[in-house]
């Protein structure tokens, strides 16, 4: 029998001996065989940390990020060939869309979070902290790249999705990878991977795959490597707990199976849209990927009142679903993802039936489509029916990984928030309701127990992504059972893979230190105006020290018939008392205006194409008629953009911090302006 191979040390390698036997989990066809016996972990990790660590640290985010678009869009063109492998697992299309190209857009929505992040390989963590009167002593922080390796131990339900939506984080941060994908359905994670390697655009060592056990993988690690554990609670607690995890203090991110809920709202009827929503979510949750999915819905939770007719209408909406071989386009649910999967889905629905009862479904047989429900994982979808929610456990402990859901009513949303509780942490739950005061109710008394919460309703659920779909760049985790842990969320899902550190010093050094302009410190005056330098020339510390203005009582009374703006403390002396002014005080946005009055040089065109916007616009001090302003204009940060096109104009975008004074020498106003700017080497 053929055997997988393992990506490891820049190389496809065979692990020893008999590995683990694959089988199409439609037809009980072998594949192929898994294993890792023989490999050298130590050196595995070394390598990661060694090769693939300096390489990513040298790239920028900017640079990190194209290159997972360009993954992204090189991974597109081989769908065809991971959508004949997906089928092997019992996915039909719809469930392979899911993983596949699911995971491919988390590649690029990751590839477009490059834009929150400047054009180095570290970034700044929020905002600088003063530390002296005098300024000259300031504190930052600082993230870094942790010089380790992202071990990612992942789940067989997803084998493409769960792969690229982690790697896309670490990779973005800066950090290799270690893949350990579950091993039943390993070889779709290696049909991927082949395409990555073959592709060469990442760095040597920024990725190893491992198709088989993980053999004495987690006793290389150290406190600056990252682990990711997708999978079942009680494995991923036994993982947490080894000693050298527990030694080293090595970061442990826990994703876990969940008994995800769903909540029938009490304002809901059947004649309502939501009705319908309510049911087709239920339905959809239960079939997908044949119920393999660690947000699935597992508890369903409707008024007392609509008990019954929640039950017929879910039993008709199942009806409807067809199982079979996931290649019959009539085919609505495959199969689970092997043999083992459906002996222990079935061990778990016993232990549910000690104090539920099935409503729909069969545990014994099923209705299939050009398949065999002998050599295939096949199952019935099994609604089930709990009619003591409050002290039934199982209901609330014991999680059948398949098509499997338990019905419980509730008598007020108070007894609803109470129920989803009971899960003890979850990754997500959905409120299906019309009502706001309900939707608020429910996600502040249920939401320290949640991960994600999805507010359900006629309004969004045209454009709604579903219950069961964790996106890029919102937080996938959830408290107590769940895991504790945080996958993906944007940027806080990069910063798992980076080392927070504060930084002190003089405004100057830490500016020298971050390549980010800090408030006090020295600016580089230059004879050549800011706007007469290409991208290129541009330094970060540019500065320039403009001219003066003198603010009338004329200026203020025409911008507010220019801007409409007759705020009464532009234009009623009279209508002060009990202010903050002491008089007419000028517009802060003709001030500002007046500010770019006095920076801006573009009279004749220049390498300056437009302003991109304004962050952090603040007016701290009045300006009254007389007043003299003054504008320190200084180049902060500088981000190149990527070319859309051969023809598109090289350029990138400088932040500008611009401090406005008066004749006191105090900010009367700061900002932070954008400037798209053309290079000079358009090649």
């Not at 131990?153 to 990779?171: D, R, S, T």
Request: include cysteine; proline fraction near 4%.
């Amino acid at each position: 029998m053929a055997k997988l191979e393992n990506y490891i040390l820049g190389k496809w390698i065979n692990g020893d001996g008999e590995g683990q036997a694959l089988f199409n989990a439609v037809t009980g066809a072998s594949i192929a065989q898994a294993s890792t016996k023989g490999l050298d972990f130590a050196a595995v990790t070394e390598y990661a940390r060694k090769k693939g660590g300096p390489a990513l640290r040298k790239m920028s985010f900017q640079q990190r990020g194209l290159m997972l678009r360009a993954l992204a869009i090189h991974l597109r063109e081989h769908l065809d060939e991971f959508y004949r492998v997906s089928y092997q697992t019992g996915a039909t299309k719809a469930d392979s869309w899911v993983d596949i190209e699911g995971g491919i857009g988390n590649l690029f929505a990751n590839a477009s979070l490059r834009r929150k992040f400047p054009d180095e390989p570290f970034c700044l963590d929020g905002d600088s902290i003063p530390l002296s009167k005098g300024g000259s002593f300031m504190g930052h922080h600082l993230l870094v790249p942790k010089e380790g390796v992202a071990i990612h131990i992942n789940a067989f339900n997803f084998p493409v999705w769960g792969m690229l939506e982690k790697i896309a984080v670490n990779l973005l941060a800066g950090v290799p990878a270690i893949v350990k994908p579950a091993t039943v359905t390993s070889y779709l994670a290696e049909s991927v991977v082949k395409k990555i390697v073959a592709s060469g655009i990442l760095p040597d060592g920024a990725l190893q795959l491992i198709c088989g056990n993980a053999g004495n993988l987690l006793e290389q690690v150290t406190s600056q490597d990252v682990i990711t554990f997708t999978g079942s609670a009680s494995t991923g607690l036994m993982l947490k707990n080894s000693k050298k995890i527990m030694e080293e203090n090595v970061p442990f991110n826990l994703e876990a199976d969940s008994l995800n809920c769903i909540v029938l709202g009490e304002d809901i009827t059947p004649a309502m849209p939501e009705w319908d929503i309510f049911i087709k979510e239920v339905r959809r949750e239960m079939t997908t990927k044949c119920g393999q999915k660690c947000t699935a819905i597992r508890r369903i939770f409707v008024p007392q009142n609509k008990l019954e007719d929640v039950q017929l209408a879910l039993g008709k909406a199942l009806a409807q679903t067809t199982i079979g071989n996931p290649l019959n386009e009539k085919v609505r649910m495959g199969s689970l993802a092997g043999l083992g999967q459906r002996e222990e889905v079935m061990a778990q629905v016993q232990k549910l039936l000690a104090s539920s009862q099935v409503i729909y479904g069969s545990l014994d047989s099923v209705e299939l489509i050009d398949a065999d429900a002998v050599k295939g994982a096949f199952i019935s979808p099994l609604l089930l029916l709990n009619e003591d929610p409050f002290h039934a456990k199982a209901v609330h402990e014991v999680e059948a990984f398949g098509p499997v859901a338990t019905l419980m009513h509730y008598g007020s949303i108070d007894e609803a928030i109470e129920l989803a509780k009971m899960g003890k942490g979850s990754l997500v739950s959905t409120v299906v309701t019309a009502d706001r005061s309900i939707a608020k109710q429910y996600v502040l008394g249920a939401g320290a127990y949640h991960g994600r919460i999805l507010v359900l309703n006629n309004e969004c659920a045209k454009e709604s992504t579903g219950h069961g779909s964790p996106l890029p760049l919102l937080v996938h985790g959830g408290p107590g059972r769940a895991g504790g842990g945080e996958e993906m969320g944007g940027i806080r899902g990069v910063k798992h893979y980076m080392q927070r550190v504060a930084i002190q010093g003089s405004p100057d050094m830490i500016t020298a230190i971050t390549n980010n302009y800090q408030p006090g410190a020295k600016g580089k005056e230059d004879t050549i105006h800011p706007f007469r330098k290409y991208f290129e020339e541009i330094q970060v510390g540019d500065t320039l020290i403009t001219g003066t203005r003198s603010i009338t009582q004329k200026d203020i009374d025409s911008f507010a018939d220019l801007s409409g703006d007759h705020f009464y403390a532009h234009t009623d002396p009279n209508s002060l008392e009990g202010t903050v002014f002491t008089g007419i005080v000028a517009h802060g946005y003709f001030i500002l205006s007046a500010a770019a009055g006095l920076f801006v040089d573009g009279k004749e065109k220049g390498p300056v194409l437009l302003n991109y916007g304004i962050d952090e616009l603040r007016f701290t001090k009045p300006v009254y008629p007389g007043a003299t302003i003054q504008v320190k204009f200084t180049c902060k940060e500088k981000i190149s953009q990527q070319k859309k096109e051969d023809t598109d104009i090289a350029k990138g975008i400088v932040k500008w911090y611009v401090e406005i004074s008066d004749e006191t020498k105090e900010l009367v106003g700061v900002a932070t302006i954008l400037t798209m700017v053309k290079m000079k080497n358009q090649n």
